[in-house]
């Protein structure tokens, strides 16, 4: 996967253009997906982009 943007609050989506989020349960609705272009899937470098220390 080439760079793609990430959702960092609870939805966790993944687009490959540059938005907000948008899904209405989201802890971070409205607010823009971190780019990323992890190629494990795990975006560690978007959260860590993100400072959210969400670790799973
Ligand atoms: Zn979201
Ligand atoms: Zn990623």
């Given at each position: 996967m080439d760079q793609h943007y990430v959702c960092t609050g609870s939805c966790n989506m993944v687009s490959d253009h540059e938005k907000?989020?948008?899904s209405?349960?989201?802890?971070h609705k409205g607010q823009?997906?971190?780019a990323c272009s992890c190629t494990d899937g795990n975006h560690d470098e978007a959260h860590?982009?993100?400072g959210t220390g969400l670790e799973v």
């Open positions: 907000n989020c948008d209405e349960d989201c802890t823009p997906l971190v860590k982009r993100a």
